[in-house]
């Protein structure tokens, strides 16, 4: 890469690097895209992020079966458990309840670490970071276009479930979809940050055990978080997936909307937005 200086008021960024030191030029690393360090946006911009938005959607466009598949195995896991339980309905209320919020997250996870991964592995990414774009832009595009496919396969789930499969739940339908949805955010917001420490799709696929098993094995799904030795229900209460199983149960079990829901909505939601501006902040380029 050659190495210039910019020293005269008509001189203009071009491929190199170097310094502009005349009032006329801006102070900052060139880059070969011909932008500037000093003028990497920084803050979330509405448009840059809707354009990441709608590209990532219409690449997903040309994928259908990755599309039925992130929204019709939440479907068919739910028919399946509803036959396997078919003799006790009320195990499939206590569980598919809370299964119709894990299963998006794990959906959405492993579709987005691998999709993300593909993107930096092919070179996408780094074409992208070269243009003004910020990482900021670029993940709230992402989860964005990901999180609106999560609505769409969280009012799937939420409607076959209580509609055709009986599932029966004490409260409102709708606030099983927004904790279900919220998970499904969630999964979007795991899988971009992960993303950023695999070097390999099959690296992407390994995370899930490390990250999403764990927390599946002490959300309280199989056992009451209460009855869990004192040191495993303490690590259950800073997992995210156990106050995404309580919501679905205050859903199940209360008419109304209670302080516990609301208060378990907003740790899955803050959580998922921490998870997102760690996936900003880690984001790499390239795959080293």
Known sequence: MRTTS?????TTPGTGTGTGTNPGSRTGTITSAGTTAASRPRALNASRTTATAARVLRQLHHDPRTIAMMILIPCVM????RYVFDGSSRTFDSIGA????IFPLITMFLVTSIATLRERTSGTLERLLAMPLGKGDLIAGYALAFGALAIVQSALATG???WFLGLDVIGSPWLLLLVALLDALLGTALGLFVSAFAASEFQAVQFM???IFPQLLLCGLFTPRSNMHPALEAISNVLPMSYAVDGMNEVLKHTDMTANFIRDALVVAGCALLVLTLGAATLRRRTA
Do not use: I
């Open 6 to 10: 910019a020293t005269s008021p008509g």
């Open 160 to 162: 076959l479930a209580v």
């Open 98 to 101: 809370s299964l119709l919020g």
């Open 78 to 81: 739910l028919v399946l458990l």
């Open 209 to 211: 055990p490390a990250v």
